[in-house]
């Protein structure tokens, strides 16, 4: 797109959005933008007064069942609950993670409570927490401790895993199987 100077003057004098916000939605130049907005006389935009908890809170919408959905901007092709802040991409997940816990997520962060990208703090884990629940699941589930290493030697204190239904896998051999999968896909599309 490559929008005129009259199109950025709409929306520098509109006041709301910032060189980079302009820029972003009219995919221009921000330098552009300023350059304008100089020549304009027109004031920069303060900047967000809302702490990144603030502006999740205000994209977020509670559904029955204690989920909340996102009403925020969404990744372009995973579809991922992200939010914009400081000119900095964050995934809703995360920040629910942190909000809940306190601490930044290792791994992804993500629910696994049924509602599609779910964002209750309480319903996001990240990769350690949602293991030790799927763990516990498999005990509930008269399941037994997995063992020390996997059919190939892997070490499963290293690789061990757990499904979302408690069954244990190596995280090492499902690596290994999709590489030897995708080389046998690229070796017949090559042939």
Known sequence: MNATDDEITAL?????????????TLRVDKHR?????????????????????????????PVEGGHLAWTGEH???????VLRYKDQCHTAAAIAFR????RAPEGYAYSECGYF????????????GRQLTREQLRYLAG?????????????QAEHGKYESDG????????????????AQQLETAGA
Not at 13 to 24: H, M, T
Not at 143 to 155: F, S, T, W
């Open 12 to 24: 520098l004098r509109r006041g709301q959005l910032s060189n980079s916000g302009i820029a972003r």
């Open 33 to 61: 933008v300023g350059r304008i907005r100089r020549e304009l006389g027109l004031p920069n935009v303060q900047p967000q007064p809302l702490t990144l908890e603030q502006k999740w809170r205000s994209k977020t919408r």
């Open 75 to 81: 990744g372009s092709t995973s579809r991922t609950p």
């Open 99 to 102: 909000l809940r816990t306190g």
């Open 117 to 128: 990208h779910c964002v209750s703090p309480d319903h996001v884990d990240d990769e350690p």
């Open 143 to 155: 399941g037994q401790k997995r063992p020390a290493e996997c059919v190939h030697g892997h070490d």
């Open 167 to 182: 069954r244990a896998y190596c995280g090492q051999c499902k690596t290994e199987q999709r590489a030897a999968h995708l």
